[in-house]
């Protein structure tokens, strides 16, 4: 441990001390916001590392065709976020035991939420390297929202991955077929509620070795 | 430059002139090709159906998935230690190099910056595994085409290679080596000489296969034109590393990206090429496998002094937050999306890996083309099947 003079101990909580500035992306993120005008619910820069915006369902499309005539020519990902914390924990309960209750109240990350599905986008400007992510809410009851694939030909597959994974749908695209999971497979595999099934027919053989770890001072043995 | 630009145009109408045939001038019945899922020309289980008419192809569609393994499912009920291991296995060919962007993203939210030899350290095991995944590539190569002498030159390199991945690490495909705030462990004793030793057989084995694979002229004839792919399509297909860099975006997330690694601090160029065919895909990767060698090479003699691993708690619990980060990857830009919620496991990770989207062009660049040129353009978009499947 001779090395702990050289580098500063680690602070779990975000410093605010001198809030360091951003200036190249808060510029770009009003160039942004203002080329989006009312679709932007909100937007987030995080000061040397990314922006965020969330924006409005309907105005999807007409964002993703904005953002490609203001240089985000490169489609990086596309994907969805369930917010709901899962009902299974790490899926490290014993079998036997009665189910442990667990709080699924969610709680939504950068930009907010209102929904328990966010589709989430990212493109990026290539040469400058700078990244947008982009959130949308989408409705509980009814996930669906506009495709992009007229607009980066890129969204087209990974649609269809967020469609089987999530059960999202989107309109206008030429082919929501499975990419991965066989066509009859029920459920939706990454949504938060869907099991984990190795982990709930077998129990997990980590529950009988928890111990806690020398000269540790944070809390052990917490249910999640 | 308008002489490059007009090449790569012309090259495209020719693609498109071909697409037009095959709608317009042939009325043969068509048949559908199945090669796959277990087929000796693809890496792996990628199933490629393709309706030809005559010997052209009308509509291709690759067909992944025999090999899906949930790794995003998985990570969230894993540790962000424990993740490295599941991310290892994604690129199976250049291991070290997926667990890179993910500790990155998990010391981005926790506010951690590994020590400065542990930066150098991790950028030279970084481009190991690239030489390491790509000489495999070119050796490759010559087997998709029928040239069978290339791949055991590429065989006994990249064993050097994977030597010193070995000795570094205790793994030769799977590190498993980083960790949040530094490395597990520093270099073993002999390394720096024994890896500038291993650079220069590995330069030479570059010079081979120029000699052996580039120059040759049946390969030039199977590979010049074919598969040509403008830079604004790759660009929204989301294309990338050599792929793009072989189309002429000059854009490598080693230079123009702002990480805590140590590619800045030496000299290396980056590779792009005008044409965009497979050809300039094979010959972008062969000098990147160069550059590469010139990276490790004076990293190894800047190596600072110090410790290899910052302080942080035993156990990891980080912060509240999100955080993408990419890397320049053998295959391209491999990104984690990290999602946490103060735990001491990630709350979401969406893996982005390069092969989902390099292969996601493939229906549109088969259209058109001839039978034999589907093993040439598949074998030249370079793709691991774990990548694609995650």
Known sequence: ?224 | MTMLGDRQQLAYIASQAADARVNVELETEGMTLNIGPQHPATHGTLRIIARLDGEQVVWAEPSAGYMHRGYEKLTEVRTYPQVTALVNRIDWLGSFANEVPFILGAEKLMGVEAPARAQHIRTILFELSRIANVSLFLGDLGVQLGAVTPVFFAFRDREYVLNLIEGATGGRFHPNFDRIGGLKDDLPAGFIEETHSVMKKLRNFCDEIENLLFGNEIFQSRTRGIGVIPKDIALQYGLSGANLRASGVDWDLRRDQDLPMAWNKVDWNVITHPDGDSFARCWVRLQEVRESTKIVDQLLDTLPAGPVMAKVPKIIKVPEGEAFVSTENPLGEMGYYVVSQGDQGPFRVKIRSASFNNISIVPWVLKGVYVPDIITILASLYFILGDIDR
């Open chain 1, 1 to 224: 441990m001779q090395w702990n003079e050289e580098v500063s101990p680690l602070s779990s909580t975000t410093d605010t001390t001198e809030a360091p500035r951003d200036e190249r992306r808060e510029a770009e993120l009003a160039r942004v916001v203002a080329a989006l005008g009312g679709n932007v619910v909100d937007s987030l820069v995080k000061p040397n590392d990314d922006m965020w915006i969330r924006v409005t369902a309907d105005t999807w499309r007409a964002t993703g065709e904005t953002l490609k005539s203001l240089g985000y020519t490169y489609f990086c990902f596309l994907s969805a976020i369930d917010w709901m914390p899962s009902p299974f924990g790490k899926g490290e309960d014993d079998p036997t035991a009665p189910p442990v209750e667990r709080d699924t109240t969610i709680k939504h990350g950068y930009t907010g939420g209102d929904t328990r599905f966010q589709v989430l986008a990212r493109v990026t400007q290539p040469f400058t390297s700078l990244g947008i992510n982009i959130k949308v809410d989408v409705d509980d009851a009814a996930p669906v929202i506009d495709s992009w694939s007229g607009v980066y030909a890129g969204a087209n597959w990974h649609e269809r991955e967020t469609h089987e994974m999530f059960g999202i749908g989107f309109n206008g695209h030429p082919d929501l077929r499975n990419m991965y999971l066989p066509t009859d497979f029920e459920g939706y595999p990454l949504r938060k509620d869907f099991p984990l099934l190795a982990r709930i027919v077998k129990p997990w053989p980590g529950i009988v070795d928890v111990e806690p770890l020398p000269g540790d001072d944070s809390e052990e043995g917490e249910a999640s």
